[in-house]
């Protein structure tokens, strides 16, 4: 006897599914409490994702005249930049909270020739697997050669998931 297939029992079948599938939760794979990223972020279908250009460090003195103006360490320059991303993701009613995957982009300090990755570190860790804002994402960082400015150390983009 061949199956029947049941035209309302696969739509109900259907609608079920993508009901469970959109009510799913991001999956954050790899945390382990000494690493402010972790090893691999799942997002399920019926999440949109919201990609946000690279920011770069504000001077630590705006109304300073231009040739005066200076971005500060590795530390500041991390700080501010993840400082404007938190505000921009603010304006699409989103967190640091909804960030699954960082991109940053580190220059050398021409002083001592080497990439502070501890400064650029610490700073990470003030937004990302805090007691306020426990949730981490995956991470890529690259070493380069330059930036818009020669004092200017890093720029880091993001992406986050829209819940």
């Keep these: 006897m061949p199956n029947k ?3 309302g029992a696969v739509a109900i079948v259907l609608a079920l599914g993508s009901l469970m599938t959109s009510a799913a939760e991001v999956v954050r794979n790899g945390n382990t409490p000494d690493r402010p990223i972790l090893s691999s972020v799942e997002i399920p279908a019926g999440k ?4 946000v250009s690279g920011m770069t460090p504000s001077p630590k003195n705006p109304d300073a005249p231009r040739e005066q103006q200076t971005l500060g360490t590795m530390e500041e320059q991390t700080r501010s930049a993840l400082s404007k991303i938190e505000a ?3 304006t699409l009613g989103l967190g640091m909270g909804d960030v699954v995957k960082a991109q940053a982009f580190l220059v050398a300090d021409p002083k001592t020739g080497m990439v502070d990755r501890d400064g650029f570190n610490k700073a990470f860790k003030e ?5 306020k804002q426990p949730n981490k994402p995956t991470r890529s960082a690259f070493t380069i050669a330059a930036l818009g400015s020669a004092s200017m150390f890093v720029e880091i983009e993001v992406m986050a998931v829209r819940p």
Excluded: M, Y
């Excluded at 949109?48 to 990609?51: G, T």
């Excluded at 937004?127 to 007691?131: A, L, N, P, V, Y």
């Design 5 to 7: 297939i049941i035209p």
């Design 48 to 51: 949109a994702l919201v990609f």
């Design 88 to 90: 921009h993701l603010k």
């Design 127 to 131: 937004f990302f697997g805090t007691e």
